[in-house]
């Protein structure tokens, strides 16, 4: 069956997986420096890296494999809030997103799809996460859903019980303040089976298996 | 720039990476126990088992990744030597094999092409590990090359200095005897940069990422 995946999704070790407001400068809230260890360019494949296929970017490259659609939160897409009111603002990623698939973006404020050459699309939904997942396994033509974040979004995701698999990466950093992947979900590692392994980078993969056999 | 990979081959403790003779009954000429702790199936993707994604599926299933044609010698492809006599041998895999590209089949008797519906092709070959590089490279469009077994072959394009990577997997257990993964190899890790992780399972990964900038 199709799963609901989170990939190569980086932990602080106090538990925040972005900093505090997002801005255009900082696409990632102010915590940029969580990402140094880490080659973002592995999500292309092993194979689009001239540089040494490590062990960190041979599991990062596991990221697109039999996905069919994205789900992502708001704030991943842009930093802007409330009504849509720049329509020339196409995402974080120019002409050619990473994503190749229809991208589903929640959002309470509708705003026509967009296309591009590459196989992105995003779709604008205001949806609960149940109907979110629904919505994006009718884009995704059987294949894997993967849930994108920002960290609200995973939570919302892991607190309906609706993830059947994460690889989470921990970063041997502690930034202090920003949003925690952690809040509100005491207890969830009850639902899955986890295996942990250390990298010579000093980052930790995470492997979160769900175990109950039916969703909630 | 395309690169030349070799992908989960397994080598026992005492070095070993098949049984000593290859026959219908046994693939692996004995040695078939050693997979027996290994998933073959999460070659075809992290999201084609329903089983757990574990560490050793993730990293498996980099197989197929950017992968335009294999290399294998024969009896990777079938027990019989000499001349071809019984056409009607296709491989061990059906009606699908797994490869999904065109794989260069190195033997010293020719025979012609064989076409699968799911892109498989098999190209019966006799030349030497650079040549047969360079044929593949021509039939992969661009794509990395797997250098797919068994371990006689990868000891040849390892000794002729061809191989960037390999994803190398020790198995704990002993054959006593079998095909060698090291012959005549004293030394080859002065070449590569070696990254070792080990895995819940017993299996230790290790990744070969080949230093010197130009091939010899």
């Not at 699309?121 to 884009?139: G, K, V």
């Not at 974040?149 to 970063?171: C, E, K, N, W, Y």
């Not at 009850?190 to 980052?203: I, M, N, P």
């Amino acid at each position: 069956m199709a799963k609901a995946r989170v990939h190569n999704f980086h932990v602080s070790l106090d538990g925040y997986s972005a900093g505090e407001t997002i801005t255009f400068e900082k696409p990632m809230g102010g915590a940029e420096g969580m990402f140094a260890r880490f080659d973002g360019r592995a999500i292309d494949g092993v194979d689009a890296v001239d540089d040494p296929i490590t062990l960190d970017r041979a599991l990062a490259s596991t990221w697109a494999q039999g996905i069919g659609a994205e789900i992502m939160g708001r704030s991943k897409f842009g930093p802007q809030t409330g009504e849509w009111t720049d329509d020339e603002w196409r995402g974080w990623w120019g002409d050619a997103p990473p994503f190749r698939t229809p991208v589903v973006v929640l959002t309470h404020h509708r705003r026509d799809p967009l296309h591009f050459d590459n196989g992105t699309s995003f779709h604008f939904l205001d949806a609960t996460p149940a109907d979110a997942l629904a919505y994006a396994q009718d884009l995704a033509g059987g294949r894997d859903i993967r849930v994108g974040g920002g960290p609200s979004t995973v939570r919302q995701f892991l607190a309906a019980d609706l993830i059947d698999f994460m690889h989470l990466i921990t970063v041997p950093v502690t930034l202090g303040a920003g949003v925690s992947m952690w809040d509100g979900l005491a207890g969830v590692q009850d639902r899955f089976t986890v295996e942990s392994v250390s990298s010579a980078s000093g980052l930790v993969h995470h492997f979160w298996n769900r175990t109950t056999a039916d969703r909630a």
